[in-house]
Every structure is written in structure tokens, then in C-alpha cells.
């Protein structure tokens, strides 16, 4: 075998499975795992510039293509709350043959791993929360504070089925790199980064899979979305890192810091502003971020 072969340089693609859904996934390096979580609207090689400093530094890092962004993971009863995709994570551990894995969530990914975290505590050794940060305190500010209430209207406009679905879409995506630069207006990514976003929206059932995010999450009448709901107020029971960006044009860094209050962390936390970044902060500041990660990691290994 050659050192390649034992050590690819490269992400390696792999799926991963929760029942009959299949999840496309990017894994890297050897060693204790790291799950990561990619947001809206976005993709799994979001985190291609955390893969290989994880790896090196002696990690299994695997980023998960998330429910509903492909074909093969929407499920036939259409459920998108968060508890439902909290059972996606525990099903890939259990299927990476492991007990604990650190876990890093971005945007929706954060809202995910927070509710896996609440459902399973003893699955994790650790938790990084990037851009969102918990959501019962943030929904709170969203009420009250002017200039947030402003910055979260798109999700008001997500819950207007079928308006909202065919403007995503229209002219090639347009909406949805509209909300890139507004969320990250001081960086530009490489052509080749949206491409990658706009080839799995292209896909079927993918819009509406996305938006499910936010219709389904707003419901607190069905019994899935009670029970997401309850998930995501429990406090968490393993330690948790909380990054944000300074510019980031969806969540301010003072709502951040407010949303994360010490109550909810009794197995303690920190929170991190990254300089010079907005919403898309792992991208815009790879080595200032993977630094901190790692640094998070290596404490609760």
C-alpha cells in the first residue's frame, strides 16, 4: 500500500444512512471523529477548508450532506423538524461504528447538532456552534430588537409557499446569492464555491426540502414540532464552543452573545468573535477558525 493510499490527501466521499435515507458525505484523515454540519443555503464542502486541519491534526473529519439536499434523503413523510434530523446524526455514529464524536454545526447545522446534543448527550464529546447560536433567547431578540427583526425577515418570507419557493429559483439562484453577500458583505468566495450551491439546489425537491427548514421549524402545534421544540430549550450537557462573525449581516455578534446565555451550558462554554468575518465565517477565516476549533477539540478529547 502506498502513502497515499494509507492517508489520502484529499476528501474522500462516503454515504452515510439513517433507515432508507442516504446522506452523501466528505470524510478525511484518521482518528477520534468529527461530524460537520453545513447550513442554509449551502452544502457539505462548506467545510472543505476544515477537513484537512482536522485531518492533520490527527482527526476523522466527516461533513454530511444534510436532510433533504439531495434526492436520496428526502424523506416520504416530509418531515424537516429538528428532531427528526437530530435521529439523522445518532443513526450516522451508530453507523461509523463509534460511541462519541465531537460535533460542529453552522447555521442550520448548529440548530441540528443542538437538538442532537439534547437527545443524545452521551454520543458527544464536545459541541462547536458557528453563526447560530441557541434558539429560544434568539427568538426572544428577534421580537425586540429593530435592527435583528430586520435582518430575519427572509425567514418570514420562507413560510409564503410557492412565492418564496419560485423566487429562489428565479434567474439561477439569485435570491440565495443575494443573501450570501448580505450575510458575508466583505467577502467575495471563488466563482467555483456558489457553482457547488447552485448545482444541488438544481436538484429535485431540494427548494422546498431547504425551506422545510423554516416552515417546519416555526411549528410548535404537531407533535414533532412540540417535540423539536422542547429539544432545543434543554440546556447542554457537554461543553460547547460558540463562534460568530464580527460583520455578519445575519445575526449580530451582540444577539449572538445575548442568545447564549451561561444557564443553558452547565457543562460550560465559551464564545469566540472572529475578526474580519460575517455569516460564512469558517470560509472568510479558515485558519483563524480551524485554530479555534482545534483548540476546542483537543481540551475535550
Known sequence: MTPSERAPSEPQSCILENGSLRFTARSLGTGPTVLLLHGFPDTECSFDLQLPALAA?????????MRGYEPQSQPADG???AAAMASDVIAWIDGLGTDRVHLVGHDWGSIVAQAAVAMAPGRFRSLAILAVPRLRPLARLIRTDKAQRRRSLYGLFFQWRGVSD?????????YLERLWRRW???WVPPPATFAGVRAVFRAPGVVRAALSYYRQGSD?????????????????????????????????????????????????????EVADAGHFLHQERPQ?????????????D
Open 288 to 300: 483563524e477558525v480551524n485554530r479555534l476549533l482545534l483548540t476546542w477539540i483537543t481540551a475535550h
Open 79 to 81: 418531515d424537516y423538524h
Open 166 to 174: 419560485f423566487w429562489v429559483r428565479w434567474r439561477n439562484f439569485a
Open 57 to 65: 491534526a490527527g482527526y476523522r473529519a466527516i461533513a454530511v450532506r
Open 220 to 272: 410548535h402545534r404537531s407533535s414533532a414540532g412540540r417535540h423539536s421544540a422542547k429539544l432545543l430549550a434543554i440546556p447542554l450537557t457537554v461543553p460547547v464552543l460558540g463562534l460568530c462573525g464580527e460583520r455578519d449581516g445575519c445575526i449580530g455578534t451582540d444577539i449572538f452573545r445575548q442568545s447564549m446565555p451561561a444557564s443553558d451550558f452547565p457543562a460550560g462554554h465559551d464564545i469566540c
Open 184 to 186: 458575508s458583505p466583505a
